[in-house]
């Protein structure tokens, strides 16, 4: 039986349309992704699924019985309420049986009923306690606890007035709450928002396992490949569905379209050679089947033309070029409210370095996190990555001039210039209007400014809106606007995706990769980060970290370590399980195998030494042949040369593995935490 189903609905504000005849229907455990770029009417679709707005036309039929919960993007509390006091909300009705089942504990206990009281008060107890116990009554504070820190929020904060907390906090507040509530429909909109790469995958984790049905709204593209199973395309006031997640809905769209295209043109080819026929015949001999022909042409069904939503056109390039070394960090400590300071912002010349004053003192509390030596180069993209609220703003503030280093240098390349992309677009004039906000970033004519607006999606008299204004889509996109102006060949980007839909993080993710500078960038956007770093610098546990390769790769190196520390979580368990005459054998194998291993590593540093040697032999045996021209003598030396460099490359490989295995082998694992269940009622 489907859980929800809507029929011929229509939905529009004044005299703008905003869908019209969407029908579908959602069955139990459905996940289905909601796309569409922004203004399509995806919030209004989601408001009526949830019974908030009425569509004025059509049917919307919820099962009877069914529950729907509902997250929007911007969120409301009670005045007065803690944090505690809000998510407990979730669980009124096992509070309900709770206070129910004290109130006949206490009535037992004054022992003055007579029989028949006493042992209608006894099954009643019964019965409130199995339906407690299967409600979930017994583990309720631990699946709260356990959603609030999946979705980062401390314990320390449960007792907390909601006032203190962050709008960021605030939204994962409610996302939690709407978790925990027991619903049939689960209705999310962008419910990635203010989380953290850690908090996203444990939100991906939670709703795969999900066994309501769920309608979301993201922006967020690993995040529906992750979740999705359906999904729901609202384009043009239409609703079109598909099935899979949203890799396989983007390969069947482009299918579709593509189809559509084929046969409207098709479509127009059949028409074009009937109008000619009709046109040629309809005043001589064969006029009865040009008549015929013009009654076909009538009743004919006709196909539009697909229609495609329009897509920004960016290109950002640079004619200036920067040294190799585009910056370099020396024991550069990151600090909270600091001075302003010079950075990267320092126009192209001469190098130029970046050092604390001299003598600063910072209390312990203002450091944010230290960073090793470090050196981004010409061509490199550097994602920056690691918890909210660890400092990764403040280090890109720190590089652009914006505030100063705690302690340490930058020392800036030469020939640097950068543009820089603040996460909360301070760098636009909320006083000015579009079109003067882009002649102040460069001077041209008002004509070819609007054109080049045009190419960001910003037509008409959106050029005259004031900043202020601007939807926070619209604000990303016009700084974008001056950031393709720039002539920048170093992008200091913070979180540039933020506000975009999902057809505008793909033209920007193209246009990034086709940069030929250098980018830093700080995003919570995984396809973004996949497709375009280089390095990820993982700020976490007071320490910036640089790992070098793609996303992909650093998220495997992750599992494979978390892979490896919890097999040694593993057999520690079962050493001590063993006894400890058990666990110490298995301690003095393990010894063994790790010395074994060090003296394997020895050994394969002396072999690569020496195959070194013979490549380094080699190569100049090459050179002398060469200066002789003994072709014979060279082609048996670069036959020897390449056995040998495929030697070494193994032996090296050998080694790397090697040294990870002892690595891994060294971790001290800590035991895990005691998850016991705390329930909520207790029996007297």
């Known amino acids: 039986m489907a859980t929800a189903t809507a029929a011929r609905l229509a939905k529009s504000y004044g005299a703008e349309r905003v869908f019209a005849d969407v029908s579908f229907e959602i069955q139990a455990q459905d996940r289905i992704a909601l796309v569409g770029v922004n203004g399509s009417g995806k919030s209004t679709l989601l408001r009526i ?36 006091e809000h998510v407990l909300g979730a669980f009124e009705h096992l509070l309900a049986i709770e ?26 107890h019964a019965r409130l306690e199995h339906q407690y116990e299967y409600d979930g009554g017994y583990s309720y504070e631990n699946r709260m606890r356990e959603v609030l820190a999946g979705l980062g929020i401390e314990e320390h904060r449960l007792d907390q007035p909601l006032e203190t907390f962050s709008g960021g906090q605030r939204t994962r507040v409610a996302l939690a709450e709407r978790l925990l509530v ?27 396992k999900a066994s309501q049905a769920i309608v979301a709204v993201s922006h967020d593209r690993y995040f529906l490949d992750k979740v999705a199973t359906r999904v729901w395309e609202l384009s043009f006031g239409k609703l079109e569905t598909y099935t899979g997640n949203y890799s396989q809905y983007a390969a069947q769209r482009t299918e579709r379209q593509l189809r559509l295209q084929r046969e409207y043109e098709a479509q127009q080819e059949h028409i074009a050679r009937t109008e000619a026929f009709i046109r040629r015949y309809r005043a001589g001999q064969r006029y009865r089947q040009a008549r015929g022909r013009q009654k076909q042409l ?21 004619t200036l070029r920067s040294g190799d070394t585009v910056l370099a960090l020396e024991d550069l400590v990151v600090g909270a409210a600091t001075a302003p300071g010079k950075g990267l912002r320092a126009a192209p010349g001469a190098p ?50 914006e505030q100063e280093p705690a302690a340490g240098r930058v020392y800036v390349g030469h020939g640097v210039q950068v543009a820089y992309y603040a996460q909360a677009h301070e760098q636009l004039d909320p006083s000015r209007t579009v079109l003067q906000e882009i002649l102040a970033a460069k001077p041209m004519g008002e004509e070819a400014a609007r054109t080049y607006l045009g190419r960001f999606l910003f037509s008409g008299d959106d050029a005259f809106k004031l900043v202020s204004s601007l939807s926070g889509g619209e604000r990303s996109r016009l700084a974008l606007v001056k950031l393709a102006l ?46 375009l770093a280089t390095h990820v610098w993982e700020v976490a546990a007071g320490a910036l970290t ?82 002789a021209a003994n072709a014979t003598l060279i082609a048996d030396l670069g036959r020897q040369h390449e056995m040998t460099a495929t030697q070494l490359a193994q032996l090296e490989d050998e080694w790397l593995a090697l040294r990870e295995a002892i690595e891994c082998a060294e971790t001290a694992a800590r035991p895990p935490l005691d998850t016991a269940p705390t329930g909520g009622y207790r029996s007297a």
């Open 49 to 84: 699924l949830a019974g908030l707005d009425r569509p004025d036309h059509g049917a919307l039929s919820i099962a009877g019985g069914a529950r729907v919960g509902y997250l929007p993007q911007e969120v409301t509390f009670p005045a007065g309420k803690t944090l505690r």
């Open 99 to 124: 206070a129910k089942l004290c109130e006949l504990e206490d009535e037992l206990a004054r022992g003055d009923a007579n029989e028949a009281r006493l042992q209608a008060l006894l099954e009643q």
């Open 182 to 208: 027991a619903q049939d429909l689960l209705l999310l909109d962008e419910p990635t928002n203010h989380l953290d790469l850690a908090a996203l995958e444990w939100l991906e984790d939670y709703l795969a």
């Open 298 to 318: 009538d009743r004919l069904e006709r196909i539009g033309r697909p229609r495609e939503v329009g897509r920004m056109r960016l290109t950002i390039g640079s």
């Open 352 to 401: 130029v370095v970046l050092e604390a004053t001299r003598g600063r003192v910072v209390p312990a509390e203002m450091l944010l996190f230290r960073c090793p030596e470090v050196e981004l180069r010409r061509g490199e993209r550097a994602a920056i990555v690691g918890p909210n609220g660890t400092g990764k703003t403040t280090l890109l503030r720190v590089l652009v001039g």
């Open 486 to 531: 720039s002539n920048a060949n170093v992008l200091v980007l913070d979180e540039p995706t933020n506000h975009l839909d999902i057809d505008a993080r793909d033209a920007l993710e193209e246009t990034l990769s086709a940069f030929e500078g250098t980018i830093l960038f700080v995003s919570h956007d995984r396809y973004l980060i996949d497709s």
């Open 546 to 627: 640089v790992h070098e390769g793609t996303w992909s790769e650093f998220v495997e190196e992750r599992r494979r370590l978390a892979s490896a520390q919890e097999a040694t979580v593993e057999a520690v368990r079962a050493a001590a399980s063993r006894g400890a005459d058990a666990a110490a054998h298995e301690a003095r194998a393990h010894s063994r195998r790790l010395a074994a291993q060090r003296q394997r590593l020895e050994r394969l540093e002396a072999e690569i030494g020496e195959v070194e040697g013979k490549v380094q032999v080699l190569a100049a045996e090459i050179e002398v042949a060469s200066a």
